[in-house]
């Protein structure tokens, strides 16, 4: 039989309501959400399941609420009998991954993804920088592209997510710049993202290195199943690994494509997208259809995931 790995979605998936009808189901989910607003000393919960969107959509607010919806969704497979063979998280989701291989501590990962949303949001002031989704890149001229639009600020390729689909991020100037370039050059479309700062590039290093005092003073075990990380799209066993990849991250680009590639080459031929949105499971559906998902984010996604892990 094929493989089984459990996939996190990272900023972008979240949605007012996400996570209450797993609450209200499973008092394993429920208690996570319990633990969440006990670490964070106000209640992540509520922004959960009601809004308002205008605060959830905060990156402080968004990466701890995705992380903690991801977390209870795992913690309701696991109560079904469900264990993964192998774990990947987009982005912020590498987090969730390493609470589900048994790396990290579910309160130690939520306030440092409270933390890492806050410095993200400070590195770079409002308006200065920008991200923008390009659908069908020209790939084989994307460096030369970013290098001539760059025009001594910041573009670069922020997440590979699938064949179709890229994310360049950096100075908003720049980022418009690229667009239009990539666009001129055969690209379908370029969607500027709303998104409150220009995450995995270059201007994130003041938020990388504010996140390594966290990061140091956190305890990581070693996996109990291996991660696949983003910034080299590599098997990670190691405590010390999964730390150091971590703190890549922050500037470094989310090589989804690649690291999903890899889960197939690693033998996983199933895969279930832990929390809120269908975000992996479509760009699975890019990268290699052979590799069969189901989401699981509420509980009546159940069946779904029954049919596919039975």
């Known amino acids: 039989m094929s493989k089984i790995a459990f996939l996190f979605p990272g900023q972008g998936s979240q949605a007012a309501g996400m996570g209450k009808a797993l609450a209200g189901q499973y008092a394993c989910a429920r208690a996570v959400f319990q633990e969440a607003d006990e670490a964070l000393g106000f209640a992540i919960s509520t922004l959960c399941f009601e809004g308002p969107d205008e605060q959830l959509r905060l990156t402080e607010n968004t990466q701890p609420a995705l ?46 993804v409270r933390n890492r949303g806050r410095y993200m949001q400070e590195a770079v002031p409002a308006g200065v920088g920008a991200m923008a989704a390009i659908l069908k890149p020209p790939m084989e001229k994307l460096d ?66 504010r996140l390594k005092a966290d990061l140091d003073a956190t305890e990581f075990a070693d996996l109990a199943v291996p991660l696949i990380n983003n910034v080299e799209a590599k098997l990670v066993t190691t405590g010390a690994e999964a730390r150091a990849g971590l703190y890549r991250q922050v500037p470094g680009t989310v090589r989804w494509t690649e690291s999903m590639r890899r889960l197939a080459a690693e033998g996983v031929g199933r895969a279930v997208e832990c929390g809120a949105g269908a975000v992996l499971s479509g760009l699975m559906r890019q990268i290699d259809a052979s590799v069969k998902m189901a989401k699981f984010g509420e509980p009546a996604d159940l069946e779904k995931v029954h049919e596919l892990l039975a």
Do not use: W
């Not at 309701?76 to 469900?82: F, K, N, P, S, T």
């Not at 998280?89 to 990962?109: M, N, P, Q, R, T």
């Open 67 to 112: 992380l903690t919806v991801s977390v209870a969704a795992y913690a309701a497979l696991r109560e079904q009998g469900y264990r993964p063979e192998l774990v990947a998280g987009h982005s912020l989701g590498e987090y969730s991954a390493l609470v589900a291989a048994g790396s990290l501590k579910f309160a130690d990962a939520v306030r440092l």
């Open 144 to 209: 030369g592209i970013l290098a001539e639009a760059a025009q001594g600020e910041v573009v670069s390729a922020a997440n590979f997510n699938s064949p179709d689909q890229l994310v360049i991020a950096g100075h908003a100037g720049a980022v418009a710049r690229a667009s239009e370039a990539l666009k001129a050059a055969g690209a379908k479309r370029a969607v500027p993202l709303p998104v409150s700062a220009p995450f995995h590039c270059a201007l994130m290093a003041p938020a990388q290195e």
